[in-house]
């Protein structure tokens, strides 16, 4: 399977309370459970990532429950008001329970 | 192997009608249903009116495995994304707090046909409002 890449494009820096968009992408191939093998005939089974959330030193920022109707690399841009110089944790869970995060500082003027 | 642009164009065409013919056999009522269930468990049971929310999305999409959705409702609590045309009708459902710069969310999505897309809002009091929008689908996604 192909390897599972979390990427997030946070601003470096930013002035107390400005709100700053975040944009992340995770390449996944999303599995639907809806496509058959072409050779057997039998269903693929259903593999995507279901949550992805965001946080801000702890604090919940956003949060999505995800479906197989969303894309394969789920693609995902929200707003965050930025309160104080802090750490984003993004992590995403998959169907099989694995977690893939990924941490960024965002310092605030 | 070659393949002729000709042979190439029929094939194509051809699954296109196998796939319209599959989906016609299916109850129109049941996906109905099962709409009217995902919105009414997202809600709490509330009826979902008209207000502020809005879902930005291409009026004709050409290809369905990834089509760039977004949706706005200011002050939702919670926004549900579903699709009426595809298989399960629920997309995704995404959580605002009070570090959320706006009550607003983008993403990409697959779509089986061309269909209408609801977004439906909580509101911090419980109520609960939505919105449609229609996008053309030329390729569909979700396999087949």
Same mark, same amino acid.
């Given at each position: 399977?192909?390897?599972?890449?979390?990427?997030?494009?946070?601003?470096?820096?930013?002035?107390?309370?400005?709100?700053?968009?975040?944009?992340?992408?995770?390449?996944?191939?999303?599995?639907?459970?809806?496509?058959?093998?072409?050779?057997?005939?039998?269903?693929?089974?259903?593999?995507?990532?279901?949550?992805?959330?965001?946080?801000? @030193?702890?604090?919940?920022?956003? *949060?999505? @429950?995800?479906?197989?109707?969303?894309?394969?690399?789920?693609?995902? !841009?929200?707003?965050?008001?930025?309160?104080?110089?802090?750490? =984003?944790?993004?992590?995403?869970?998959?169907?099989?329970?694995?977690?893939?995060?990924?941490?960024?500082?965002?310092?605030?003027? | *192997?070659?393949?002729?642009?000709?042979?190439?164009?029929?094939?194509?065409?051809?699954?296109?009608?196998?796939?319209?013919?599959?989906?016609?056999? !299916?109850?129109?009522?049941?996906?109905?249903?099962?709409?009217?269930?995902?919105? *009414?468990?997202?809600?709490?049971?509330?009826? #979902?009116?008209?207000?502020?929310?809005?879902?930005?999305?291409? !009026?004709?999409?050409?290809?369905?495995?990834?089509?760039?959705?977004?949706?706005?409702? #200011?002050?939702?609590?919670?926004? *549900?994304?579903?699709?009426?045309?595809? #298989?399960? #009708?629920?997309?995704?459902?995404?959580?605002?707090?009070?570090?959320?710069?706006?009550?607003?969310?983008?993403?990409?999505?697959?779509?089986?046909?061309?269909?209408?897309?609801?977004? =439906?809002?909580?509101?911090?009091?419980?109520?609960?409002?939505?919105?449609?929008?229609?996008?053309?689908?030329?390729?569909?996604?979700?396999?087949?």
């Amino acid at each position: 399977m192909a390897k599972v890449k979390p990427r997030v494009k946070v601003p470096k820096t930013a002035s107390v309370n400005e709100v700053v968009t975040i944009k992340t992408l995770i390449s996944h191939p999303m599995e639907s459970g809806q496509r058959k093998d072409s050779k057997t005939g039998e269903a693929i089974p259903r593999k995507i990532i279901n949550k992805f959330a965001a946080s801000f @030193n702890g604090e919940p920022v956003f *949060m999505a @429950n995800m479906e197989p109707s969303v894309s394969a690399n789920p693609y995902i !841009e929200f707003q965050m008001r930025v309160p104080e110089t802090g750490v =984003v944790r993004f992590e995403w869970t998959d169907d099989d329970g694995s977690v893939y995060d990924l941490e960024k500082t965002i310092t605030a003027a | *192997m070659t393949v002729t642009r000709r042979e190439a164009l029929g094939l194509a065409v051809g699954s296109v009608a196998a796939l319209t013919t599959l989906r016609f056999t !299916e109850p129109a009522f049941a996906a109905g249903d099962a709409l009217q269930d995902a919105i *009414m468990e997202f809600t709490g049971g509330a009826q #979902p009116g008209d207000g502020d929310i809005t879902i930005g999305a291409p !009026e004709i999409a050409e290809n369905g495995n990834t089509v760039p959705i977004e949706v706005s409702a #200011p002050g939702a609590a919670s926004i *549900m994304l579903l699709a009426t045309g595809n #298989p399960s #009708p629920g997309v995704a459902t995404f959580h605002f707090s009070a570090l959320s710069g706006a009550q607003e969310a983008k993403t990409r999505i697959r779509l089986a046909k061309t269909q209408d897309i609801i977004a =439906v809002a909580k509101m911090p009091d419980g109520s609960a409002i939505t919105t449609k929008r229609s996008v053309k689908v030329t390729i569909g996604g979700c396999g087949g």
